[in-house]
């Protein structure tokens, strides 16, 4: 999957507990972006980020947190879990332009109890 | 062809035909779309972009039209194999903020 690893790749978890999903790349690509996909919605985007410590909400980022400490690491955070978030999430990586020629992980399906 | 409500349009094809899928969408400043493969358990795949200065494009095996006065996209996969089996799915970049925009999708059968 385009050197894009998500971890972990399944999660369990409980409401209102804290949740953060890694994604690492090994592409050096600037922009990474964090998608959740539903039944019925197709893929929403959460969070995205264009370079080290820039990032900017997407469709679907309340509840959501991200932080970009380095080029290959792109981290979400649920502060505080809720059932609405049990979803499947992708995290995506492309190069030059933003949005254009996305490559996904291959995912993580959070369950949140 | 594509759809974004909660039912997902299935195309049956033998192998070895031609599929063709289908996506309309909605807003006509769209510049650029893009196809993914998703097979189950997995993330979408890259197959094939398109800007919207051109009215075709081919990679290996597949094409993609585009006819911007309907506002429709079609991806096109010559000999479909088994392993074409899987969810297909446009996304125009358009809105605000010139995000990327997915439908449901489209699921591709492919019978022995």
């Known amino acids: 999957d385009a050197g894009i690893t998500q971890s972990p790749r399944h999660k369990v978890t409980e409401t209102g507990t804290p949740v953060t999903l890694r994604c690492h790349q090994t592409?050096?690509?600037?922009?990474m972006y964090w998608y959740r996909q539903d039944p019925g919605h197709g893929l929403r985007l959460i969070h995205y980020s264009y370079g080290v410590k820039d990032t900017d909400k997407g469709e679907v980022s309340d509840g959501y947190s991200v932080s970009r400490s380095k080029t290959e690491d792109f981290l979400l955070t649920l502060e505080s879990a809720t059932s609405s978030q049990t979803s499947v999430y992708f995290c995506?990586?492309?190069?030059?332009?933003?949005?254009?020629?996305?490559?996904f992980g291959s995912g993580t399906q959070l369950s949140v109890l | 062809g594509e759809s974004v409500g909660l039912h997902l349009p299935t195309l049956s094809v033998q192998e070895g035909d031609n599929s063709i899928i289908n996506c309309a969408y909605s807003n006509s400043a769209s510049d650029y779309f893009i196809w993914y493969k998703q097979e189950s358990g997995k993330g979408p795949q890259f197959i094939i972009d398109?800007?919207?200065?051109?009215d075709k494009r081919q990679g290996q095996r597949v094409t993609v039209l585009l006819n911007k006065t309907v506002k429709h996209l079609s991806l096109q996969i010559a000999a479909t194999q088994p392993g074409d089996s899987a969810v297909y799915f446009c996304?125009?970049?358009?809105?605000?903020?010139?995000?990327?925009?997915f439908g449901g999708g489209t699921r591709l059968m492919v019978k022995p």
């Open positions: 996304a125009p970049r358009e809105g605000a903020g010139n995000m990327l925009t």
């Open positions: 995506a990586i492309s190069e030059g332009t933003a949005n254009e020629k996305l490559f």
């Open positions: 398109i800007r919207s200065n051109m």
């Open positions: 592409e050096n690509h600037r922009y």
